[in-house]
C-alpha cells in the first residue's frame, strides 16, 4: 500500500475548491449520455493497443503540465497523464470495443497496487486474477474483450518496456510514483471513459461544456492519427472551438518516413485559430510542406503560432 500514498497525498493537499471543480466535473461527465452513432471504425478494425512507440520523445514537452487530459486511443492516454500529472483524465473512442477495454484499465489500476503487479495482470501468470477482476466489473462481455485484447496489450507492454529503457525514460509502467498517479485518478473516480467522434456533435461538445461550467481547461488534447483519416467539418471544428483549450496544448502525429510517425505538438489556442478558418480543410494544412517535402519519422515537430495562417 505504500506504493498509493503519493497520489493519496496529492489529492488531499489539494485546495477544497479545487477537489470540488473536478469532482463537479466528472460526476457531470459520467451522466453524459454518449454518441449512439459514431462513425465506422478506423481500417475496419479494433485497435486494442497503439503503436505509437516514441511518445518518450514528447514526455518532456507534456512533463507535468497538470490540468485535464483528454485522449483518443486505448494505452496513449494514461502513459500522457502520469507524466502530465493530470488532475482529470478524459479518454474518448469511437470504438465501443476500446471503451470496454477501459473499463478493464480501470479494474486492474484499482487493483494493483503498483506497475509490476499491473503488468502481471496482462500476462498468463496472473489470468486467474485478471479474469476475476474482469468478470467482476463487467461479466461474460467483458471477459470477452479481455480475452481479444489480451495479447496486444501484452505486445504493447513488454515493447515499451524495452523502448523505454533504451532511451533511460520513466514511464508509468517502470515507476511507481507515474504509476500512483494514474491509479490514484483510478481510485477517485477521476477517470472518465466514453464513446465519441470528434467528426460529429455529441459527446465531445457536451464535455467541453462540463468543463467550462467546471471551470477547468484542457491541458493536454491528444488525437493519435485520427485528422489523417477525415477533411474538417463543421462538428469536427465546432468540437475544437468548445474545448478550453487556451493555455494547454495539442498532440497529435501522422505517419512518418521510413516507418512510424511524427509526434506534432502545437497551442491549444493556435490550433483553434487554424481550425476555425474554412480554408483550413485538414491537417496537413496546419503541418505545412514545402514542395517536395515529406514527414520523417520518430521525431518531434513544434507548429510554430507565430506562421501565418491562411
Not at 188 to 194: E, G, K, P
Not at 208 to 230: D, K
Not at 284 to 292: P, T
Amino acid at each position: 500500500m505504500r506504493r498509493l500514498l503519493p497520489a493519496v497525498f496529492a489529492l488531499a493537499l489539494l485546495p477544497a475548491a479545487a477537489r470540488a471543480d473536478i469532482d463537479e466535473f466528472t460526476a457531470a461527465a459520467r451522466s453524459l449520455a454518449v454518441d449512439a452513432d459514431t462513425g465506422p471504425l478506423t481500417n475496419g478494425l479494433h485497435y486494442f493497443a497503439s503503436n505509437e512507440r516514441d511518445l518518450d520523445l514528447v514526455a518532456d514537452a507534456v512533463q507535468d503540465t497538470g490540468e485535464v487530459v483528454v485522449a483518443v486511443a486505448a494505452d496513449p492516454g494514461y502513459i500522457l497523464a502520469a507524466w502530465a500529472d493530470a488532475r482529470a483524465l478524459v479518454l474518448i473512442d469511437l470504438d465501443p470495443a476500446i471503451v470496454a477495454l477501459h473499463r478493464i484499465y480501470a479494474a486492474f489500476f484499482a487493483a494493483a497496487p503498483g506497475p509490476a503487479e499491473f503488468s502481471r495482470l496482462w500476462t498468463p501468470a496472473g489470468e486467474a486474477e485478471a479474469l476475476a477482476l474482469v468478470e467482476a466489473a463487467g461479466g461474460e462481455a467483458l471477459v470477452e474483450t479481455f480475452v481479444a485484447a489480451r495479447p496486444a496489450v501484452a505486445r504493447r507492454f513488454a515493447e515499451l518496456e524495452r523502448h523505454m529503457a533504451s532511451k533511460g525514460r520513466a514511464w508509468l509502467l517502470s515507476d511507481p510514483r507515474l504509476y500512483a498517479r494514474v491509479a490514484g485518478l483510478v481510485r477517485a473516480n477521476r477517470v472518465i471513459a466514453l464513446r465519441g467522434d470528434f467528426t460529429r456533435a455529441g459527446t465531445v461538445r457536451a464535455i467541453g461544456e462540463a468543463l467550462r461550467a467546471a471551470g477547468l481547461r484542457v491541458g493536454l488534447l491528444y488525437l493519435s492519427n485520427i485528422e489523417q483519416y477525415f477533411l474538417y467539418t463543421p462538428e469536427f471544428r465546432q468540437n475544437v472551438q468548445g474545448l478550453p483549450l487556451a493555455g494547454g496544448q495539442v498532440l497529435r502525429t501522422l505517419p512518418g518516413r521510413p516507418a512510424g510517425f511524427e509526434y506534432i505538438l502545437q497551442q491549444g489556442a493556435d490550433f483553434q485559430a487554424w481550425a476555425q478558418n474554412p480554408k483550413v480543410r485538414s491537417v496537413y494544412r496546419i503541418r505545412g510542406f514545402k514542395k517536395g517535402e515529406h514527414l520523417v519519422s520518430r521525431r518531434v515537430h513544434v507548429v510554430d503560432p507565430a506562421r501565418p495562417r491562411p
